[in-house]
C-alpha cells in the first residue's frame, strides 16, 4: 500500500458500474437504460450545435435548463440544482450535509453507490437493512443521521415506500433526507411534495432512465432553497457542460415524449412480470424500468451466466440479501421476447 494515498482511498472499494459491452449484438438489461431514443428535438439540435456553444464555458449555474425544470415541477428555478448525473449531487449531498465525524444512512440493499461515496468521504455509514421480503420495517425512534438516503422506488428491488412513511422519518430527523427517484417517472407517486413541506427533504431525478439521456450525465435536485444553495456553494465551476444542458432542457421540455416511452415500458414491464409469474418465477411488483425476479429453476447466478452465453445481460449482485435475485432492465417488446425465448427454451429443456 503505498504511503502517497490518503488510508481511505488506499482502503476503498470503488463502485462496480454495470458492463457496458463493445459487441452490437448483445441485448442489454443490465444498466437500467431506456431502451427508446431521446426526444426527437434532442436529435435535432445535436449537429446544428453553434461552434460557439462549445468554444465557450457553459452556463455555471444552468440558468435556461432550471427554468425548464422548474417550469415542469412547479416550483421556482432557486429550487433547483443540476448536476452531472444524480451520482454527483449525491456526493455534493454527502459533503454540504455530513460533518466530518458524522454518518449517512440509507436501507440495505439500495444503491451500492452510496456507503462508496461515504468512504470517499470518509464519512462513516449507519445503513437500515430492509425486512426479508424487501419491505421498509420501523426506523427505531432513536436512530438519526445527519443524510439519509431514501431510494424511491428503491433499486435493486423495485418496489415503491409510501410516501407518508419517508415524510414521517423526515419529520422526526434532524438531518437532511435526500430521495433519490432516479426511477420516479415510472412509479405512480413520488415524494415532490415532501420538499414543498419540509426543511430538510430534497429528491434528486436523473436524465439516465426516463429521458433515455444516460450518456450526456444530467441529474437534478429539487428542494428547500437553503439546501440548493449550499450545493451551489461547493459544486466545481462548470459541472454541466454546454451540451449537455442544451438537450436535457430540449428533453425535459418535450413531457409528452418523455411520457409516451415511460408507458410503453411500464406496459412491457407488466407484459414480462405476467410471464415469468406464469412460469414460477417470483417478481417483485416493480415500480421502476427494471424487474426484480427470483428464479424458478436454477440459482440466479446460474440464470445470469446462462443469459450471458446467450448474449442477453442482466444483472447479478452476490450480496446475502440479493444473491437469489436477477435485476432485468425492461427493453423493448422485441428485446424482452428474445429474453422470455431464453428462459421458456431452458425451462422446457430443464
Ligand atoms: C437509485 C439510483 N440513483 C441514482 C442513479 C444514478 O443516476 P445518474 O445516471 O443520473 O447519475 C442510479 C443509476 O443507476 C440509481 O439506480
Known sequence: MSSYIRANVAALHAYTPGEQPRDADVIKLNTNENPYPPAPAVLEALPTLMPNA?????????????????????????????????????????????????????????????????????????????????????????????????????????????????????????????????????????????????????????????YSLAGVRLGYAIGPEPLISALFKIKDAYNVNAVTQRVGQLAMADQEYMHKNVRRIRATRERVSQRLTQMGWQVLPSQTNFLWARPAAQSASEWFEYLRAHKIYVRYFSGAAVREYVRITVGTDAEMDAFLKIIETAEAVS
Request: charged share 20%; with cysteine.
Open 54 to 210: 462549445l468554444r465557450m464555458y457553459p452556463d455555471p449555474v444552468c440558468r435556461s435548463l432550471r427554468q425548464t425544470i422548474a417550469k415542469v415541477h412547479d416550483c421556482e428555478e432557486e429550487n433547483v440544482f443540476c448536476g452531472n448525473g444524480s451520482d454527483e449531487i449525491l456526493s455534493l449531498c454527502i459533503r454540504a450535509f455530513v460533518p466530518n465525524q458524522g454518518r449517512i444512512g440509507y436501507w440495505e440493499p439500495s444503491y451500492s453507490l452510496y456507503p462508496v461515496l461515504a468512504n470517499i468521504a470518509d464519512v462513516g455509514v449507519e445503513p437500515l437493512p430492509l425486512a426479508a421480503d424487501f419491505s421498509w420495517p420501523a426506523i427505531p425512534r432513536r436512530y438519526d443521521v445527519p443524510l439519509f438516503f431514501w431510494t424511491n422506488p428503491n433499486a435493486p428491488t423495485s418496489l415503491q415506500c409510501p410516501v407518508d412513511v419517508i415524510a414521517d422519518y423526515a419529520d422526526g430527523s434532524e438531518g437532511v433526507v435526500v430521495v433519490d427517484e432516479a426511477y420516479a417517472d415510472f412509479a405512480d407517486t413520488n415524494a415532490l411534495p415532501l420538499t414543498r413541506e419540509f426543511a430538510n427533504v430534497l429528491v434528486t431525478r436523473s436524465f439516465s432512465k426516463s
